[in-house]
C-alpha cells in the first residue's frame, strides 16, 4: 500500500514539473528570418494603451454634497502596454532604426498572456520584433502617460513594433545567459549571409 501511495506521489510531482518546463527551444534562425528587426535594448517606460470610447466611470452625487466615482475594470477598456525601448545594438536592420534611439513595442492585452514575454523596466532585452499591424481598434486608442499631470497621447501606430515569437521574441540580457546570447547572434548572421 504504501509502495502504490509512494509511486502515485512521484507520478504527480513528474507531471507537475513537466508542465512547469518551458516550452521547446526555439529556432533563432527561424525566429530571425521571420524578424524585420532585432536589437538590444533598456526598457525605458510602460503606459497603458487604452480605448477611449469603453472608458466609462460614473460619478454619483450624495446628498451631503460629495460624489462617489465607481470605477470600472480597467480589463474593460485596456487593449495592453506599450513599452518604449532605448536601443543600444541593432543585430538585423529595416533600415530605420538606430542606437540611441527609441522604439515603441505594443504587448496585447490588459494581462500577460501565456506565451507573451515579460518587460520589466530598467532591464536589458533581445528583442525579435516585425512593424505592428494596422487596425481600427489601436488607430482608436490612447496611450495613458503617467506624467504629472497624467495625459491621453493618440497611440503611435506607424512607430510600434510587436514582438514575433511567443516569450522567446524577448531574451532578457543577463551575464548567465551570455553564451545563449552568442549562440543567437551566430543565427542572426547566418540569416544576413542569405
Known amino acids: 500500500m504504501v509502495r502504490f501511495a509512494a509511486i502515485g506521489i512521484f507520478l504527480l510531482s513528474g507531471s507537475i514539473c513537466l508542465s512547469q518546463t518551458p516550452a521547446v ?4 534562425q527561424e525566429l530571425a528570418t521571420t524578424s524585420s528587426l532585432v536589437v ?15 472608458e466609462i466611470s460614473k460619478a454619483k452625487p450624495l446628498s ?10 480597467p480589463a474593460d477598456y485596456t487593449l495592453g502596454r506599450l ?5 543600444k545594438e541593432v543585430l538585423k536592420q529595416n533600415g530605420t532604426v538606430k542606437p540611441g534611439e527609441t522604439i515603441n513595442v505594443f504587448l496585447p492585452g490588459f494581462f500577460r498572456a501565456e506565451g507573451q514575454p515579460v518587460l520589466a523596466e530598467k532591464q536589458s532585452y533581445m528583442v525579435f520584433l516585425s512593424p505592428l499591424k494596422e487596425s481600427t481598434e489601436l488607430r482608436a486608442s490612447l496611450v495613458h502617460e503617467e506624467t504629472t499631470p497624467p495625459k491621453n497621447v493618440p497611440f503611435p501606430l506607424k512607430s510600434s513594433y510587436a514582438i514575433n515569437g511567443d516569450a522567446n521574441g524577448a531574451l532578457h540580457v543577463t551575464p548567465e545567459k551570455n553564451r545563449l546570447i552568442k549562440q543567437v547572434r551566430i543565427a542572426i548572421a547566418k540569416v544576413k549571409e542569405r
Open 64 to 73: 451631503n454634497g460629495q460624489v462617489i466615482v465607481e470605477l470600472q475594470n
Open 25 to 28: 527551444t526555439p529556432s533563432w
Open 83 to 87: 513599452v518604449r525601448l532605448r536601443v
Open 40 to 54: 538590444i535594448g533598456i526598457i525605458d517606460e510602460s503606459s497603458l494603451v487604452i480605448r477611449p470610447d469603453k
